[in-house]
């Protein structure tokens, strides 16, 4: 069966720098948009960036654009969320999905529905 394994979440200082990573298997990774999302206590889930099946497109939230950067590696199938200048506001618990439908995926980006299969999540906590 599918299975989405996010790692690399921990406590971490304002400022500082985390890289999460998402382990993917049983399906064909290449085929697949890599998204991530967050929710942090007492809010809804929420879109942080989307990366198409071949990494040729990327899209942020605007809270996150500039600090953090999606990539991905096909054959480890595999990808990343690199978060730089960490504030408290991202503290959150931090899930990867995946789309096989990438179309329309800059307006449909942050549609939750559009997306086919769930992580468990990691927390990442920024102590300020």
């Known amino acids: 069966q599918v299975q989405l394994v996010e790692s690399g979440g921990r406590l971490v200082q304002a400022g500082g720098s985390l890289r999460l990573s998402c382990a993917a298997s049983g399906l064909t990774f290449s085929r697949y948009a890599m998204g991530w999302f967050r929710q942090a206590p007492g809010k809804e889930r929420e879109f942080v960036a989307v990366i198409s099946w071949n990494g040729g497109r990327t899209y942020y939230a605007d809270s996150v654009k500039g600090r953090f950067t999606i990539s991905r590696d096909n054959a480890k199938n595999t990808v990343y969320l690199q978060m730089n200048s960490l504030k408290p506001e991202d503290t959150a618990v931090y899930y990867c999905?995946?789309?096989?439908?990438?179309?329309?995926?800059?307006?449909?980006?942050?549609?939750?529905?559009?997306?086919?299969?769930w992580g468990q999540g990691t927390q990442v906590t920024v102590s300020s």
């Open positions: 999905a995946a789309r096989l439908n990438g179309l329309f995926l800059e307006t449909t980006r942050d549609l939750q529905t559009f997306y086919d299969y």
